[in-house]
């Protein structure tokens, strides 16, 4: 027994909130002679032949990376770019593609490699866990008050910066310059404690007691014991590990 | 043998720092605001619960329309009465292209 979810491509462009609308190229394989090379390779390497990853441009680069991760996760190196993820950056500085549709075409195909070649790599884990939090099953969760965030696992993403360029070795060292108003990891917020009190069960039962008065007295609202969290919950979330291995571990 | 969720690799989205990567001479939101991305960008920057979508993605199934057309004909061999009667008749829910 469980909660039936249901991903369509209706709730993949639901949740990035984005029009359907948008130009789609189907069947295209990683092949030679596709007629889609010579305009990838006229667009990204600025020449008939397929060029090397070191002679693409800064900010190609930086396109295919964001592909990479975020659009059509590879799970392995990006300098080896496969015909889909050079059509996406292509479209990416012309037509307004569907990326609904290569997003939900690209989860159903690793669907069912993990069925059928037993792939152990899943992509878009923070787009699923939106699409499960939409759904309402983090709400559920919330209200048997059960869960917190170490049991399921919750991470963020590492943000792709200045340090991203840096380590990419497309901009020198010396002139990596960290900025005041840089994202932070921390400023992202668990769906599953969205009004927490800043007090756990660990803490000294006088603390509690004491914290409880003092809200009730400040706000005239009662804090439940079933409210407080077993465990302090604040601060960044732990960030995921960029590494994956899409095969299983030898036993 | 069926893939355990211990065994899985959760690939989380890396949210993107448009301004720090302008300020370093790469300019892209330009770009993204012309493919209407930025939502989506924007929701990258938030929580993966890694044991739900492990737990999500080993009981999923892919259901298309090869899919679909099994069901209709698995329906006929247990009551060969079907064979005449459109999908919503025989009572699975209707199958929504996408």
Known sequence: MGIPIYILEASITWVIRRAAEGKFVNGLDNNKTSPW????????????????????????????KIQNENLLPKGGGGDQPSLDHSVLTLLSDQAESK?????????????????????????YGRLISEILHQGGILKALKEVNYFID??????????????????????????????????????VISNLMDDFPP?????????????????????????????????????????ANSRKCKKRAMT | MSLEEWELNVQVENPIDFISLAYHGCELRDIYQAQDLEDYFGMLNGPTYL???????????????????????????????????????????PFRCT
């Open chain 1, 199 to 239: 007090i756990c069960k660990h803490d000294p039962l006088e603390v509690r007691v004491m914290y409880m008065m003092d809200h009730f007295e400040r706000t005239g609202q009662t804090i439940k014991i079933s409210d407080i969290p077993e465990t302090m919950y604040g601060g960044a979330l732990p960030i």
């Open chain 1, 150 to 187: 170490a049991q399921l696992g919750t991470v963020t993403g590492k943000i792709i910066n200045d340090s991203t360029l840096k380590h990419m070795k497309l901009i020198k060292k010396e002139d990596h310059i960290v900025l005041s108003i840089d994202m932070k990891e921390s400023t």
């Open chain 1, 99 to 123: 990326c609904a549709k290569y997003i939900f075409k690209h989860m159903i195909k690793t669907l069912k490699e993990s069925q059928t070649i037993k792939r152990t790599w899943i992509p």
């Open chain 2, 51 to 93: 044991s739900m979508v492990r737990h999500f993605w080993v009981r999923a199934q892919v259901y298309d329309r090869k899919a679909s057309q099994m069901e209709m004909e698995e329906k006929v061999l247990i009551d060969p009465s079907m064979q005449s009667k459109t999908r919503e008749e025989m009572g699975p829910e």
């Open chain 1, 37 to 64: 090379n010579d305009i990838v390779n006229k667009t990204m390497f600025n020449s008939t032949k397929k060029g090397k990853y070191i002679e693409l441009s800064m900010k190609i680069k930086m396109l295919l």
